[in-house]
């Protein structure tokens, strides 16, 4: 892999401790850049990853689903100018063994004469900030769509749909079942490790963000964490969160089912960097499935609000 394909690859991609290759363990991680030409896109990955698959958007519209093919996967760009974003959606393994393992593309080739160009902002770019949203498996855009229920749509999440509508990159750090409590169903990654790193020894890229929407506490509550273990678990995450995110403005989504609301409000109370968000009354249903694209639709919209006065 040249070193300038790196540029191509969202934060939630790190370099590969000593080999070539990036890695990422984040359902949504996504690559970006501009071809002015046809030409053929090849990943290549580290092993053959069952039911890999990706979402490729051209020129702001989801254009299509993609397979990987053993450890592969090739893409046909067609001729003219187009901006590419190819985002993660799934494949079949377990959250915990994402975290351990992670999702390795070893080698990237483009067979067309002209360099692709990279969309994303340097990692200190001032002037381009992103914007960075934390949480749960409904950040990451998890098991939305689908009669079953079980199919990931990440480019169609929340996160995704506020970023685009203010033109801004998106930095995502979301995992499905945690929380800040040990009620919480999985408890790797703990939501602080998140922060830091994007896997086990796996340090993640720090990049450039002044506003910082999170959205913790909807497995905790749904699991049984009573208040005062919930408070404990909140007042040190957000300690946590202001020294990884330092100058950011930090805006706190309640639960959907409102719990711990009045935790939220004296814990964030102790600084001036969060603003918190109450949700209760947007509506949202998180049982038996998660929410679908409407809901998602309705979240970006209430949410747009708060990030546009401040943006």
């Known amino acids: 892999m040249k070193e300038s394909f790196d540029l191509l690859f969202s934060p939630e991609w790190s370099v590969l401790p000593g080999k070539a290759g990036m890695i990422t363990s984040q359902y949504g991680a996504y690559l970006t850049f501009e071809a002015k030409e046809a030409g053929q896109l090849t990943l290549t990955f580290m092993e053959a990853y069952p039911d890999l698959t990706f979402t490729l958007t051209v020129d702001g519209q989801d254009k299509e689903k993609v397979l990987a093919n053993d450890d592969r996967l090739a893409i046909e760009l067609p001729d003219?100018?187009?901006?590419?974003?190819l985002t993660l959606d799934q494949w079949a393994t377990g959250q915990v063994a994402f975290w351990q393992t992670g999702l390795v593309i070893e080698d990237l080739a483009w067979s067309g004469k002209t360099a692709l160009r990279p969309k994303l902002p340097g990692a200190f770019d001032e002037k381009s900030p992103y914007l960075t949203f934390v949480g749960d498996s409904i950040v990451a855009g998890e098991a939305m769509v689908g009669a079953s229920h079980d199919e990931h749509q990440p480019t169609q999440s929340f996160p995704?749909?506020?970023?685009?509508?203010?033109?801004?990159?998106?930095?995502?750090?979301?995992?499905?079942?945690t929380g800040l409590t040990t009620a919480a169903p999985f408890q790797e990654p703990k939501a602080i490790d998140a922060l830091w790193r994007v896997g086990q020894d796996v340090p993640r890229r720090r990049v450039v963000t002044k506003q910082v929407v999170v959205a913790?506490?909807?497995n905790d509550g749904n699991y049984g964490a009573d208040a005062s273990d919930f408070a404990f678990g909140l007042r040190v995450y957000l300690l946590e969160l202001v020294k990884r995110f330092h100058g950011a403005h930090f805006y706190l989504l309640t639960p959907w089912t409102g719990a711990f609301t009045d935790i939220f409000e004296a814990e964030a109370a102790r600084f001036d960097c969060f603003t918190v968000i109450e949700t209760k009354d947007w509506d949202i249903q998180t049982r038996p499935h998660h929410p679908g694209p409407k809901d998602h639709q309705k979240i970006a919209k209430k949410l747009m609000t708060y990030l546009k006065e401040e943006n």
């Open 80 to 85: 003219g100018k187009h901006e590419y974003v």
């Open 216 to 218: 913790y506490g909807l």
């Open 160 to 177: 995704a749909l506020v970023a685009k509508e203010l033109n801004r990159p998106l930095n995502r750090i979301a995992y499905g079942g």
